[in-house]
Nanobody, 120 residues
Framework: QVQLEESGGGLVQAGGSLRLSCAAS????????MGWFRQAPGKEREFVAA??????NTYYSVKGRFTISRDNAKNTVYLQMNSLKPEDTAVYYC???????????????WGQGTQVTVSS
């Protein structure tokens, strides 16, 4: 089992940047695929990015502006978000799992989420 805690959210103007962090507890962090999802008010939770156990492979729904990375020595996964847009406003969640990268059902472990608000 793993516990996840996100940080780094906040209010930013359009065009700005934020880096989200997700710290994991436990000694098995490197055995999990990690993902970032987001949920805007009134919408379903959606896939944003994911990374393989070693960090060699990454997957995105937001290409070119977001970058996912991980540091297995620090039990942490990151989401660097650049050129933010108002439509990026959402609660961002990190998740740990071992199944398919894109689907929420593949991730049994979730953080509590961090709010990202992008003003126009």
């Amino acid at each position: 089992q793993v516990q996840l805690e996100e940080s780094g959210g906040g209010l930013v103007q359009a065009g700005g940047s934020l880096r989200l962090s997700c710290a994991a507890s436990g000694r098995t962090f490197s055995s999990y695929k990690m993902g970032w999802f987001r949920q805007a008010p009134g919408k379903e939770r959606e896939f944003v990015a994911a990374i393989s156990r070693t960090g060699d492979n990454t997957y995105y729904s937001v290409k070119g502006r977001f970058t996912i990375s991980r540091d297995n020595a620090k039990n942490t996964v990151y989401l660097q978000m650049n050129s933010l847009k108002p439509e990026d406003t959402a609660v961002y969640y990190c998740a740990a799992g071992s199944g398919a990268y894109y689907y929420t059902a593949a991730y049994p472990y979730w953080g509590q989420g961090t709010q990202v608000t992008v003003s126009s």
